[in-house]
């Protein structure tokens, strides 16, 4: 992208932006930072923080913390949500003005604008809140930096105008949801010189932007080689120029979209998580009033009536179409993106690295995100599925564009990659449109015949922006009569009044909570922090007083749990597991040995009955599948876990691979290296490898067992020490775990590349 220059186009282009940028930044760098967060508030609703929080645990007297936060609004049961919505059809009184379908950042966003607004609203979300798209995004609030580069590539006004607009709705998040976004500095490495003043008038443009759109982060600046070594040790180090920093924006994607839920209900939205709708309403003329929907947890089905249908189901969006009119097009062209995460110590803790030059043009990125590293990301056309399956092959490519901007003595290794996600871009062409092979740009608003309002496509960043957009035009096509304007630019979500980057610090004396779970709490509940800390148990220790974690080396503790399903409408083993605690992102492995904890106390929540539990387990490991968990023979069951658990495994005998080998593997490998080391000198011959995978039963096709021995760089004298014999058979292990479904390792994989404009969100 940035590598095929047009340099003449773009010269006279930077030219003029970088003078122009230059001198409103010199007059403008402190007016637009005293602006941030300054803007006056939108009234809370009624009910927000008028009930005291009842059922904090009893062992903390929580009632006697008069200088603290204790009073939390608490929303309506779902049971209660339910019956609201059986009532729609009692009579004309009880009847929604419109009744949204989908629960992700665009539905979610639309309940609560139309919320403020004083409309009665109802939202049915099939499975979870965030379930679809709305989990899997990069979680980058941005206006695009590349989108910005093809806007003045391309002397494209409309481009620019959508840069702009995400970067005024970045500003927007930041300031209602403080605990849950938050700036982050991107490094851009450059490796060439010409490329420094290239890529110096693309961030200062987009300060620029930034600060016209309403309000700016911090500013970019220049990086020299040896500060940009040190915040990235690993980075090539061959012929590195020095970098660009600028930042961008930041978030805990699901959690914002429960958020978003939650504050939507707060303003009396009536909004219910695994409701799916099955069959549309229609009057006598033909015109869309409400749904025939079941609740997946029961079965159970009924009707909501109401004056119109706002269809936010993302890439589902044709299925809800279809069921308006069956003859009607197909809008949307699934295209899926593949993130991996690998361990944190591939980015400072609190620094990006976007890369704008890969082997075929596009972005590889390494982003911190809840304590890990993500990485990716890719664009490929893709089936439209539930829930998407990252490909071997395209985990694959990721790994191959990381190791070129690693140092050379830098191995990634596909043991590195502890969780896999795949989330599927809604790139949507308008009907309306002339040219209707033609995808839209940002998003698209669409009102049928039968008057089922279509919003789909745009990004995270501008999910307000489009619920906006989407709530005027229901407005004027329903005939509908709000209270107000919509207050979202400047509604709090919940959990943000009584947050402040200093709260960690007050729960840490309060509780005796360990410093980092209290960053995890305030940074994931705002406010609401002080309730989750109430939950927790005693650790029995003097130090940390409070805060059994669910999984060793990650801070979410027991009482999320709690709080999930009392608080937040968690209803299933893989919402708490992957929406409300975000350990199925992080960590597949991890949250596989979590899982029989976490049923515990969700039984005790819930009152699971064993078949409940099992089959709640079985959903969850399915689910882990889905996020990069190797695929076993033989079935992972609760209780195999828990006796596992308490076996001890032979653990990083060797740094190359994870080996995670039990006691009879390692003997076995030991008894074959040894019978092949004739010399007894401690080393076999390369071409002995062979001959022990056979002697041991195992098979790898030839060009694994290559890419296998390359990532272990063995030494070029054709004999192969224990402790690298080991590595092999750890990577050999792994291929024959990482039976990821949909896996074909294709090497040389190439993939189709979506252009940046219609890409939907991604970096
Ligand atoms: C790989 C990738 C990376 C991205 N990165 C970024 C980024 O960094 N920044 C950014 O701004 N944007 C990003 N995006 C874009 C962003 O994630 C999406 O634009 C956004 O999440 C779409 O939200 P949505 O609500 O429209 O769709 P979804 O989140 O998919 O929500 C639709 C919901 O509708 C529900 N549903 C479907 N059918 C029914 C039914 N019959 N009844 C009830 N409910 C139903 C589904 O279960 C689903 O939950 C990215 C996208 C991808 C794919």
Known sequence: MWKALNRRRIALASLAVAAGGTSYYLHNTNSTKQRDFQRPSAITPKI??????????????????????????APPSRKEMLSMLKNSIKDNESVFDVLIIGGGATGAGTALDAATRGLKVALVERDDFAAGTSSRSTKLVHGGVRYLEKAFKELDYEQYKLVREALHERATFLHIAPYLSYPLPIILPIYKWWQLPYFWVGVKAYDFLAGTAGEKLESSYFSTRSKTL??????????????????????????????????????????????????????????????????????????IRSKGVINATGAFTDGIRSMDNPRTEKIVQPSSGVHIVLPNYYSPRKMGLLDPQTSDGRVIFFLPWEGATIAGTTDSPTELTYNPVPKEEEIQWILEEVRRYLSPDIKVRRSDVLSAWSGIRPLVRDPSAKNTSELVRSHMIDVSESNMITISGGKWTTYRNMAKETVDVAIKVLELKPSNDSLTERAKLVGSHGYSNTTFIKIIQQFGIETEIAQHLAQSYGDRAWAVAALSEPTGKRWPVFGQRISPSYPYIEAEVRYAVRREYACTLVDVIARRTRLAFINAQATLESLPRIIDIMSQELGWSPERQTQEFDRAVEFLHTMGLPRQTEKITIDKI?????????????????????????????????????????????????????????????????????????????????????????????????????????????QKRIPIERSSGGV
């Open 48 to 73: 927000f923080m008028s009930e005291t929080y009842a059922d904090a645990n009893r062992s903390i007297l929580f009632e006697k913390m008069s200088d603290k936060p204790h009073t939390f609004w």
């Open 642 to 750: 828990r006796q596992d658990s308490s076996k001890p495994f032979i653990r990083e005998v060797s740094p190359s691979f994870h080996l995670q080998f039990q006691p009879e593997e390692l003997a076995s490998f030991q008894k074959v290296f040894s019978d092949l080391d004739k010399s007894g000198e401690g080393h076999i011959k390369f071409v002995e490898l062979d001959k022990a995978l056979v002697i041991l039963g195992v098979s790898v096709p030839e060009q694994v067992l290559k890419t296998i021995i390359t990532q272990i760089n063995l030494e070029n004298n054709g004999s192969i020490e224990y402790g690298k014999f080991l590595e092999i058979m750890g990577g050999v292990k792994e291929y024959h775990l990482s039976e990821i479904a949909g896996d074909d390792r294709k090497i040389g994989y190439k």
């Open 230 to 303: 040190e915040a990235f040790p690993w980075l090539k180090k061959e012929k590195l120029v020095g970098a660009l920093v600028y930042y961008d924006g930041q978030h805990n994607d699901a959690r914002m979209n429960v958020a978003l839920a939650l504050t939507a209900i707060s303003y009396g939205a009536v909004v219910a998580n695994h409701v799916e709708v099955v069959n549309l309403l229609k009057d006598e003329n033909g015109k869309v009033i409400g749904a025939h929907v079941r609740d997946n947890l029961t079965n159970e089905e009924w009707d």
